[in-house]
Nanobody, 126 residues
């Protein structure tokens, strides 16, 4: 199983920005479909964004309204989540997830992914 480590979370004021990173171990990252999920206190984990192996296609939770951008650098075995115009409602633990097989569409269910990171806390104050 590939190991995933998230970083970049923290405390930010409403309207601010953060960039989360997820570093993956192993040598198959470039062939892996990657996703970001988040879980707020008392709520279920929800899909945030996903990106295909080559980075050619990206998918987002509709409510993000273009504020979030997922990207990847296969040379660094890293996927990113740029979060702008953050709102208190964005407060959650953010997880990256890896799917070991290729996929051209969107994967919004946790069951579609094979490996998960430990998560990084994002707190947005008002």
């Amino acid at each position: 199983q590939v190991q995933l480590v998230e970083s970049g979370g923290g405390l930010v004021q409403a309207g601010g920005s953060l960039r989360l990173s997820c570093a993956a171990s192993g040598h198959t990252f470039s062939r892996s479909y990657m996703g970001w999920f988040r879980q707020a206190p008392g709520k279920e984990r929800e899909f945030v964004a996903a990106i295909t192996a080559s980075g050619g296609n990206t998918y987002y939770l509709d409510s993000l309204k273009g504020r979030f951008t997922i990207s990847r650098d296969n040379a660094k075995n890293t996927v990113y989540l740029q979060m702008n115009s953050l709102e208190p409602e964005d407060t959650a633990v953010y997880y990256c997830a890896l799917r070991g097989t290729t996929l051209s569409g969107v994967a919004v269910l946790e069951s579609r992914y094979d490996s998960w990171g430990q998560g990084t806390q994002v707190t947005v104050s008002s």
